[in-house]
């Protein structure tokens, strides 16, 4: 497991290296005290996923703070002793000082102190010293209060069970805490304690599921003395800041505190259970260091482990597949949704959940005013596939940067009643931040916001992703690093064939792209920044923004990657900068090997009248060079008629209906590579010979008098030279002074070019 990932999806802050004392196995010879009763909260009505408490349901729960603020969870074990995590208290090896915390215990909210509630500051913090890192084990903490509790209806210890007991895996027992209730979305205002019922997973279990790769490919060993609870399919979980709270059973009318919330691969994740510190295996440690005057904790008997009636679990692995993302067949999609403003075209958006649609902010926004959302939602409708009838919308919840960026045109619309998602309409699965769209994923293009129907047949439709290099660089900055696997990517470029029956730019056409893992359909990208005729067109990717429809919808289904092939190991991971730009574009960049698609992006096929087929070059979006042998016949001046066909020289396969019979016959350029990996053209063939080749470098001047837009290398730029035995680029041609001059042809294209 790389740190990376642990740094950024467990629970909470993990910390390297243990703390000092030694887990000696000592046996229980004392009984508990008589006086000392637990886990028995005053009687009461009665995270991720969860629900408020009630007051004095949890009288155990501790909030422990560093710096005037809740940092982690903690249980009362008894009057002066306090339960919480390793990793809560170990920062880069070293435990912090028991003086910088305190704990605050009968809390029910955070906001101000109510009744019962009270501070005690922490004299001493224990851990176990064979903790190292969280996923290691060993993960708890003992806190000695510097004055004991105030024990009350408020304030009271938890009990601990005995080495000896096993909680039945499918038991039903409950975590609680004052963490996040999503992923990087913090409990809001009042914060109110949140409590959620998780089943306990046997063993064998849990490790199938985490046998099975997960965010970032990653797989995990569970260890002795850790517990596994929650749902294979997710949606409940603990989260961070809940971290060293409890995780508490009832058993013959007592709660006994069955694990220490620990670790977790992000909250709530399919197939991804939360990980809990197992307490019975640490009754040892706990009654040796847990001494003084005071009563210490309670293990009380418990009654014989008990399967009756209980989900068995033990053996049985069931790999919960997505909810979302299910489609009959491409182009039939059940999460299509068409908001209908009196007064306006319908706008296409896409269901993200039983109760929200995702659709461009554009469609709904006055220009004018566009900080002001439209008051008049009783008049709009919502169709979904399958309804007999329309929705009703009752909320419209605009990104905050939509009227600033393109990238973020989006808006959340919230129907007044939850759809039936067991029916026809079905939700479309959303990415995660980390989410890595492979290259030559496949994917499909739908209607997004006011658009038009795609010209064309269906599989037009079709398109593949090219690498993130290669989109970075054509439409990023110069010299800037493109974004590793894991990270947000600036945009996502699908090369598909659909233009080349339309013969024309959709600069007016809006889409989103969906892309297809194992089966299941993500909403990869909307539309993006006009790039006018320049190809491929780049989609804003939505993987910046599902925090954000996560946080507002609190139900829309967020997927972990499910395609793991990367590549070979370090061929996605080397940090890369982007090679010379121009206002079109980078220039020179070659895509990676596609199924589908042009490999030489920059090839174009110049008929000339009478059958001849020669290379051109595009140098820029108006210009194409060419060698003038190719086009004018020996002799002649008079230019010939000349069509040039873009984008289809190089192409496997060739776009149904232009196959050709005929190859392109004369003057094949000469290209090396740069060091920063674009592509220079280095030569034209000279008229006979395909393998002379005439310097391009002495035609500087006459072609950037002739086309303003080329771009030459700079000087700094050299060529990067393949090694030894490969197809070598001779270093000395683009300057050298005895080679042949080249004749050069430059061909102005006009809007009746097809491209």
């Known amino acids: 497991m790389s740190q990376h990932l642990l740094l950024s999806l467990v629970i909470l802050a993990i910390s390297p290296i243990p703390g000092a004392l030694q887990d000696t196995a000592v046996s229980p010879t004392q009984e508990e005290p008589e006086d000392l009763d637990c886990g028995r909260p005053e009687p009461s009505a009665r995270i991720m996923g969860g629900s408020d408490a009630q007051p004095g349901t949890w009288p155990w729960q501790v909030s422990l703070h560093r710096g005037g603020g809740h940092i982690c969870g903690g249980s009362l074990i008894a009057p002066s002793w306090v339960l919480s995590a390793a990793h809560c208290f170990v920062t880069n090896g070293t435990l912090e000082p028991a003086a910088e915390w305190s704990a605050l215990l009968g809390a029910h909210s955070q906001d101000g102190t109510p009744d019962g509630a009270h501070v005690r500051a922490v004299a001493a913090i224990l851990v176990p010293d064979n903790y190292s890192r969280v996923e290691r084990g060993a993960d708890l903490a003992l806190l000695r ?105 009832e058993e013959a009318g007592r709660w006994f505190q069955a694990g220490i919330t620990s670790f977790g691969f992000g909250c709530g994740r399919r197939n991804r259970p939360g990980v809990f510190t197992a307490v019975a295996p640490y009754e040892a440690w706990i009654r040796e260091h847990v001494k003084g005057p005071e009563p210490g904790p309670a293990f009380p008997s418990q009654p014989q482990e008990s399967h009756s009636g209980l989900q068995e679990l033990r053996e049985n692995c069931t790999i919960a597949l997505p909810e979302c993302g299910k489609a009959l067949q491409p182009g039939t999609w059940p999460w299509e949704a068409r908001v209908m403003v009196p007064g306006s075209r319908p706008c296409h958006g896409a269901l993200v959940s039983e109760s929200w649609v995702l659709a461009p902010a554009s469609c709904f926004l006055d220009p004018i005013s566009s900080d002001r959302p439209p008051r008049d939602l009783d008049a709009w409708r919502v169709l979904l596939p399958s309804r007999p009838r329309a929705e009703r919308v009752a909320r419209l919840v605009p990104h905050e940067n939509a009227s600033w960026e393109d990238a973020s045109d989006l808006a959340l619309l919230q129907l007044r009643a939850p759809v039936n998602l067991s029916a026809a309409p079905r939700p479309v699965c959303l990415p995660h931040p980390e989410h890595y769209f492979l290259p030559g994923s496949r994917c499909r293009l739908a209607r997004w916001g006011r658009g038009e129907p795609a010209p064309g047949l269906s599989p037009l439709l079709e398109a593949e992703l090219l690498g993130g290099w290669w989109c970075h660089c054509l439409y990023g900055r110069q010299g800037v690093p493109v974004p590793l696997p894991g990270d947000p990517p600036h945009a996502l470029c699908p090369v598909y064939l659909e233009e080349e029956e339309a013969g024309r730019c959709w600069n007016d056409s809006r889409w989103s792209l969906l892309c ?91 008929h000339v009248a009478g059958g001849r087929v020669c290379t051109g070059i595009l140098v820029a979006p108006g210009w194409v060079l060419a060698a003038t042998h190719c086009v004018l016949r020996l002799g002649s001046t008079t230019v010939p008629y000349i069509e040039v066909y873009l984008g289809r020289a190089g192409t496997s396969p060739l776009p149904q209906g232009h196959q050709l019979s005929r190859l392109v016959t004369s003057a094949p350029p000469l290209l090396c590579q740069t060091e920063g990996g674009s592509w220079v053209l280095t030569g034209m063939a000279v008229r006979g010979s395909r393998e002379l080749f005439a310097a391009i470098g002495p035609e500087e001047v006459w072609i950037s008098q002739t086309v303003g837009e080329a771009h030459f290398l700079s000087p700094g730029g050299s060529p990067y030279w393949p090694p030894e035995g490969s197809n070598l680029c001779h270093p000395d041609i683009a300057g050298a002074s005895g080679s042949p001059r080249p004749a050069l042809f430059l061909l102005l294209l006009t809007p009746l070019i097809q491209g």
């Not at 209806?153 to 999503?182: E, K, M, N, Y």
């Not at 294979?232 to 060293?244: A, I, K, M, V, Y």
């Not at 079109?584 to 096929?605: D, K, N, S, T």
Request: charged letters at 15%.
């Open 516 to 606: 297809q893992e194992e089966g299941t359909w993500f909403l990869a990208g909307v539309r993006g920044f006009s790039t006018g005729c320049l190809r491929p067109r780049a989609f804003s990717p939505l993987q910046t923004h599902g925090p954000w429809i996560s946080h507002v919808t609190r139900g829309a289904y967020l997927e972990d990657q499910l395609a793991w092939d990367w590549g070979p190991e370090g061929e996605e991971t080397e940090t890369q900068t982007c090679p010379p730009h121009t206002e079109h574009g980078a220039c020179g960049l070659r895509p990676e090997a596609a199924q589908m698609g042009v490999q030489w992006p920059w090839l174009a096929e110049v």
């Open 145 to 249: 209060l510097a004055a004991p509790a105030k024990l009350g209806p408020a304030v009271r210890p938890v009990c601990l069970p005995r080495a000896s007991h096993r909680f039945a895996h499918g038991t039903a027992c409950w975590a609680t805490g004052w963490g996040d209730i999503q992923e990087a979305d913090p409990l809001p205002l009042p914060w109110v304690l949140q409590e959620v019922e998780l089943i306990l997973l046997g063993e064998a279990a849990c490790q199938c599921l985490y046998s099975r790769p997960g965010p970032f490919n990653l797989t995990f060993q569970l260890l002795p003395g850790m517990l596994c609870a929650g749902y294979p399919e997710g949606r409940r979980d603990t989260c961070q800041g809940d971290s060293g709270g409890p995780l508490v059973c």
